[in-house]
């Protein structure tokens, strides 16, 4: 059974580069069939997508947060990972990590999901 | 850029069906996919393309489409279906990924 679990720092100071690195076991990164990505949820609020990466390392982010976000695949290690630079307070999320499914017409999913690392932005 | 807007808070009486919404543009050409939040605990996804469920996700959970709106329908909703639910979809304007704002199922 797939499992992603993200780890990182829990806590970033205002205006330096949060990392967080995801780990995917019971199965390849290395595959054609689906990417990985990473979805954050600010306390209180919605569900936002923030990028995503296929195992060639290509990857695109969300345009809004594109110049801040890098997100990079490590195959040899079975993992990819999230940095997001310059954060403010407003970047306090819970951020998870997911493999996500994409068809041809352009239909997504996000399935299995890591269970979440909060992350909080605070001198 | 484009956006898919659903109902902050919905409520269902215990046993009876409900109806979750979500509109948008890019629902006219894609489906939507729809996930259970529960507090604590990380998103679950309940239905993908035209109305699938995956293995372990009973088959009260159904999913439809209309025009630019999708749907989410729980039939016999039960106490612990009471959760936040998304959905989220492809926004061809931007090549992104879209999520809604969520719906807060309460079951009465």
């Known amino acids: 059974q797939l499992q992603l679990q993200a780890s990182g720092p829990g806590l970033v100071k205002p205006s330096e580069t949060l990392s967080l690195t995801c780990s995917v076991s019971?199965?390849?990164?290395?595959?054609?069939?689906?990417?990985w990505g990473w979805i954050r949820q600010p306390p209180g609020k919605a569900l936002e997508w923030l990028g995503t990466?296929?195992?060639?390392?290509?990857?695109y982010s969300k345009p809004s947060l594109n110049s801040r976000v890098t997100i990079s695949v490590d195959t040899s290690k079975n993992q990819f990972s999230l940095k997001l630079t310059s954060v403010t307070a407003a970047d306090t999320a819970v951020y998870y990590c997911?493999?996500?499914?994409?068809?041809?017409?352009?239909?997504?999913?996000?399935?299995?999901w890591g269970q979440g690392i909060l992350v909080t932005v605070s001198s | 850029s484009s956006e898919l807007t659903q109902d902050p808070a919905v409520s269902v009486a215990l046993g009876q069906t409900v109806r979750i919404t979500c509109q948008g543009d890019?629902?006219?050409?894609?489906?939507a996919s729809w996930y259970q939040k529960k507090p604590g605990q990380a998103p679950v996804l309940v239905i993908y393309?035209?109305?699938n469920r995956p293995s372990g996700i009973p088959d009260r959970f159904s999913g439809s489409n209309s025009g630019n709106t999708a749907f989410l329908t729980i039939t016999g909703a039960q106490a612990e279906h009471e959760a936040d639910y998304y959905c989220c979809t492809w926004d061809t304007n931007d090549n992104h990924v879209l999520f809604g704002g969520g719906t807060k199922l309460t079951v009465l």
């Open positions: 890019s629902l006219r050409n894609f489906y």
């Open positions: 997911a493999r996500q499914a994409e068809t041809p017409g352009g239909f997504v999913w996000f399935d299995p």
């Open positions: 990466v296929y195992f060639s390392g290509r990857a």
């Open positions: 393309g035209k109305n």
């Open positions: 019971g199965g390849p990164i290395s595959t054609s069939a689906y990417s």
